[in-house]
């Protein structure tokens, strides 16, 4: 790994190559570049300017390890999270007429107020404050190169806006007459680790669960649960219902079963808000868990499996579901939740809904052996 360093006007710079391997985390070895003539096949159809770009970033980063009609994409490539040639051409008229295809995008974290001024100063710019992302469109490496580091600079507050614009000009022209500007050849700073660059945002619906920091306990199968960690598994219950009475409501199945699958969605759904609003009143925040987590992640695994499914096979599948999953809730709430839970509010909570979910339990078993017949 080379890192060069190169006097600046008031500090020093540090020069990242894009040829330089990457500080990013490595991609999964399970991703498997692209086949070169598949690849071929598929740049073969794309417009002349795309395709020489696509052909240009396989000679420097090799294949990559996605394409599909609309896009080939490298993963960790250089200092890159990505790297993206689109077959698409967009005009763009800054700093002079040309069309954007080449998007090249970095760990960095923008601050709010920053969001702005680098959208006015690139318009072709992409901003994901959440996952931490910060990319530049245009038609040549070394342009994108130039607007991630003009970017950077506005951010630290070297240059404002019309400074940076007027700049990008003046480095193009450069570049132009064969100078080769270091801010065309290379990033001068170190993109953000992706732990500093993402941000998360806060909850904003009252009584929301809040994620658990490092200090939480991990919540193993076994362990006793606190008051904040039961509030978020009840409301975790009742989200993963929500989420799959949603989804039943949109197929062909029934009208008992439609129906049922409507007295789910709002029955977990008022369950839901009772929870937070209960959280609030005595000054317990859920708190989401690995435990938490781990039962969200059970639900989503167990839609992913009826989705796929239509009319009467998504009908028998959701109902096995919903019988299997309402006698879990009832064990976890007996041997679990009522057993771990401190405060009495939560205790008649719990004992409540578990009256709720035991009605949805013996509904889905009638509706069930009705559909047997």
Not at 125 to 152: F, K, M, P, Q, W
Not at 180 to 187: G, N, Q, R, S, V
Not at 235 to 255: F, P, R, T, W, Y
Request: proline share 6%.
């Amino acid at each position: 790994m080379r890192i060069h360093v190169m006097a600046a006007t008031a500090a020093m710079l540090v020069m990242i190559p894009a040829d330089r391997v990457s500080a990013q985390a490595a991609p999964p070895k399970s991703m498997m570049k692209a086949d070169r003539a598949a690849v071929d096949r598929i740049i073969a159809k794309w417009p002349e300017r795309p395709r020489l770009g696509a052909v240009e970033m396989i000679a420097k980063y090799g294949l990559p390890q996605e394409a599909s009609s609309e896009r080939i994409i490298w993963h960790n490539a250089g200092p890159f999270k990505r790297v993206t040639v689109l077959n698409l051409e967009t005009p763009h008229d800054f700093p002079m007429p040309h069309v954007d295809f080449l998007e090249h995008t970095i760990t960095y974290n923008v601050p709010q107020d920053k969001v702005g001024p680098l959208i006015e100063f690139d318009g072709s710019s992409t901003i994901n404050r959440t996952v931490g992302e910060l990319s530049a469109r245009c038609d040549l490496e070394g342009h994108n190169v130039l607007t991630l580091n003009l970017d950077h600079d506005i951010v630290t507050g070297k240059k404002t806006v019309q400074e940076a614009r007027t700049a990008f000009g003046e480095i193009v022209t450069q570049d132009v007459l064969g100078k080769h500007p270091p801010y065309i050849e290379a990033l001068q700073f170190e993109p953000h680790s992706m732990s500093a660059a993402a941000f998360a945002d806060k909850p904003v619906i009252p009584g929301s669960p809040m994620r658990a920091n490092g200090a939480d306990r991990p919540a193993g199968d076994a362990a006793k649960m606190n008051d904040a960690e039961i509030l978020a598994t009840a409301i975790a219950v009742d989200l993963n219902e929500i989420l799959a009475a949603a989804e039943a409501g949109k197929k062909k199945m029934s009208q008992p079963a439609l129906d049922y699958a409507n007295q789910l969605h709002e029955g977990h759904g008022m369950n839901m808000v009772k929870a937070m609003k209960l959280g609030q009143e005595i000054g317990v925040t859920p708190m989401i868990t690995g435990s938490v987590d781990k039962l969200q992640k059970k639900g989503a695994g167990t839609l992913a499996t009826l989705v796929r499914l239509e009319g009467s096979a998504f009908e028998r599948a959701y109902l096995a579901a919903m019988v299997k999953g309402h006698a879990e809730v009832i064990s976890m709430i007996d041997n679990r939740l009522l057993k771990s839970a401190n405060n009495d509010e939560l205790k008649k909570h719990l004992t409540a809904a578990r009256a709720d979910v035991a009605g949805h339990l013996e509904k889905a078993k009638s509706l069930q052996s009705g559909a047997s017949r």
